[in-house]
């Protein structure tokens, strides 16, 4: 059975605050949980082993190639899900364009169940992270831009290469393809899959030169759940094929460090010209001191807490001679599943009151400008140990325990705080065909093999759900 997570010292100004009076008792955070097995029928398993016979690694390849040409950067995701509305239409299935604006809309697709049984929610995101041009991306990815950065996609043995060919377009192949298998089988399903391929799930604000300023940030999803699109469970898929139930929230913050401009040829200046610049390096050299302990003092079960300074703006490139009265520093600060928003700024709140008085003379001010939450679910919830035994049927694991896997902040942590039981399925070893130009983290090169077992394992989940009642699943309603 699960264990609590041992508790953990915290300093004392820390266990003297309300807000942080619950770290004392972490809550109940296994990295590790048992398996419930629940026999799939004769019937149950033929229905899956045939929707699994319409996957194929080619046709995942192909349809990766298709959507990654198509320009869908935030915001702008009407042409490539309404080609998902179109595929989806072609074989049947019940599919419509949701539109949020003339530029941006969801893709959503739905078969009906007889309605004994419940609703699934499948759905990712599926704009890409970056505009694939430096125009657009500044010198994020290198100048020139990386390959894997750009259109059109490129294909070397089983993995494909380009703009967000992984992480989003590779999602959205694995989900398209699992809706066409199940169509393909006719399985008289019991309870409704309502299936979104989602715009608008960047975790980013609007560029400056953008004048909607409410295109990102889950506002697909927000979309959706607003307008019925809905469940009594969800599948949330990033890329990989192995099953999560907590994610953690995503602040941002911007810090202002401020001072007097100088101008540099001044041979009498001694009153440090730098001093703004100088002030800004400290800031960032304890931001990166306290990551460490940030990740030690609030880590538990598969949750690793992060927080990076990623950003900064400062000065004039084109009047180098004056130093700047401001810079400023941006920030990306994740708190853990169960922890909110505003507990997580007066974590920081304290970390840069600390760093003031730790230089005398420093100013700066700072702000939240992004909070998402995050969230968890009960890992014995029907739709979590579902998916597990769906993940290790496609691997052949028969093991009485499962590992969680690690996530980042994505768009199921709104699924869970809006009452949906949500099994995340991402995570998977790392592309064993990466060109070896390719190097560190990137959203772009998706390998075929695993958006095949994503789409069995969530095919898996499905079936074993839908073809039961309401009851069957633990609902009570």
Request: with cysteine.
């Amino acid at each position: 059975m699960a264990t609590k997570t041992k508790t953990k010292s915290r300093p004392a100004s820390m266990q003297s605050a309300n807000y942080h009076a619950y770290l004392d008792n972490w809550p109940e955070a296994p990295k590790t949980v048992r398996v419930r097995q629940v026999p799939l029928s004769a019937q149950q398993r033929q229905w899956i082993e045939q929707a699994w016979s319409y996957l194929d690694v080619k046709k995942a390849i192909d349809l990766d190639v298709d959507i990654t040409n198509i320009y869908s950067p935030t915001g702008y995701e009407k042409e490539v899900n309404t080609y998902v509305v179109d595929y989806w239409k072609r074989l049947g299935v019940d599919a419509f364009y949701q539109e949020m604006d003339p530029m941006q809309g969801n893709a959503i697709g739905r078969i009906k169940g007889d309605g004994s049984g419940p609703t699934i929610l499948l759905c990712c995101p599926i704009d890409t992270h970056w505009r694939g041009n430096i125009k657009g991306d500044g010198l994020q990815w290198g100048d020139p831009m990386r390959r894997d950065n750009l259109r059109p996609a490129q294909v070397e043995g089983q993995t494909v290469i380009g703009l967000g060919s992984n992480n989003d377009k590779g999602l959205a192949v694995a989900i398209m393809m699992a809706v066409e298998a199940l169509q393909k089988a006719g399985i008289p399903f019991k309870g409704t899959l309502n299936a979104a391929t989602l715009a608008g799930g960047a975790p980013a604000t609007s560029p400056d030169d953008e004048p909607r300023k409410n295109i990102s940030l889950t506002a697909g999803l927000f979309h959706a759940l607003t307008r019925g699109i809905t469940g009594d469970y969800a599948l949330f898929h990033k890329p990989g094929y192995h099953v999560s139930w907590e994610e953690p929230g995503m602040n941002y913050y911007r810090i202002r460090v401020k001072g007097d401009p100088m101008y540099m040829a001044n041979e009498s200046n001694k009153q440090m010209a730098y001093r703004v610049i100088q002030d800004t390096a400290r800031i960032l050299q304890e931001i990166d001191a306290w990551s460490e302990t940030y990740r030690q003092q609030y880590a538990a079960g598969a949750f690793r807490p992060a927080i990076s300074a990623n950003g900064i703006r400062a000065g004039r490139p084109d009047k180098p001679n004056w130093s700047p009265a401001i810079s400023e520093i941006f920030l990306d600060m994740r708190p853990a599943p169960w922890m909110s928003p505003m507990e997580a700024k007066y974590i920081f709140d304290e970390f840069m009151n600390g760093v003031l008085r730790k230089y005398p003379g420093m100013q700066a001010e700072w702000e939240m400008y992004t909070a998402m939450p995050g969230g968890r679910t009960d890992p014995d919830n029907w739709i979590i140990q579902s998916s597990i035994r769906g993940a290790q049927a496609v691997e052949g694991d028969k093991s009485e325990t499962y590992e969680g896997r690690g996530a980042g902040q994505t768009e199921a942590g709104v699924l869970r705080t809006w009452g949906l039981p949500t099994a995340r399925i991402s995570g998977s070893p790392p592309n064993p065909e990466m060109p070896k130009d390719i190097r560190g983290f990137t959203m772009s090169g998706t390998y075929g093999p695993y958006v095949v077992k994503a789409a069995q394992t969530m095919i898996y989940a499905i079936v074993d759900t839908l073809t039961r009642t309401r009851e069957e699943t633990g609902l009570t309603y």
